[in-house]
């Protein structure tokens, strides 16, 4: 069965810190894979993507995700976050040969402490 | 990139009574779109799948009598609540495959408070 799991549903961390946002995955086939931000009362917004090539992508506000095939991962990074980071996380995966709708995971709610 | 529009951004209404929701690729054309709900806290629950000029294509579970959809032009969809009810009270998001169908776009959603 083709799956997303964010095992963390809520991440504290203080200002500056660096952060790790957790993402697997379960598939047979190949993958696209998409990292989005939630904003309160706001739509998704894209953060980054895989979709081929380099497996260490770079996205908007200084984060960046990487792609580890033989782990089934795609977590998302940021060596220092602001107060402004607080928001939640939803990372997304497409499923190659399928219908390109994404699965979710249920998202991770990341808090920026001062 | 893409921007997918969505109109409007909140509405309240009364029991009973039908709402609109516009989706609208503003600089692509889309021949699929999708419609999703959020329940506070919680992730995105596909509804239906849009297909312009066809009928849509509901998830188990949702009723397509509730949940109208038209997907007339390839730059529109509309979702249309019939009857509403408080249950109904939601964050509805929408979006729109790009011609590659490999990513959607997503609106900036509709806050719908049924009275």
């Known amino acids: 069965a083709q799956s997303v799991t964010q095992l963390d549903s809520q991440v504290p961390v203080f200002e500056e810190a660096p952060v790790e946002l957790r993402c697997n995955y379960s598939?047979?086939?190949?993958?696209?894979l998409f990292w989005y931000v939630q904003y309160p009362n706001q739509g998704l917004q894209l953060l980054l993507k895989?979709?081929?090539?380099?497996?260490l992508v770079k996205g908007i506000n200084g984060f960046e995700a990487e792609f580890n095939k033989s782990q089934t991962s795609f977590h998302l990074r940021k060596p220092s976050v602001h107060i402004s980071d607080t928001a939640e996380y939803f990372c997304a995966v497409t499923f190659a040969g399928g219908s390109y709708i994404p699965t979710f995971g249920r998202g991770t709610s990341l808090i920026v402490h001062p | 990139g893409a921007v997918v529009s969505q109109h409007p951004s909140r509405v309240i209404c009364k029991s009973g009574t039908s709402v609109k929701i516009e989706c609208r690729s503003l600089d692509f054309q889309a021949t699929t779109m999708f419609w999703y709900r959020q329940f506070p806290k919680k992730s995105l629950m596909l509804m239906a799948t849009?297909?312009?000029?066809?009928?849509?294509?509901?998830e188990q579970g949702v009723e397509k009598d509730k949940f109208l959809i038209n997907h007339a032009s390839l730059t529109l969809s509309t979702l249309t609540v019939t009857s509403a009810h408080p249950e109904d009270s939601s964050f509805y998001i929408c979006?729109?495959?790009?011609?590659?169908?490999?990513?959607?776009?997503f609106g900036p959603g509709t806050r719908l408070t049924v009275t």
């Open positions: 849009s297909n312009e000029g066809s009928k849509a294509t509901y």
């Open positions: 895989y979709l081929s090539g380099s497996t």
């Open positions: 979006s729109a495959a790009d011609p590659a169908g490999v990513e959607q776009y």
């Open positions: 598939s047979s086939v190949s993958v696209y």
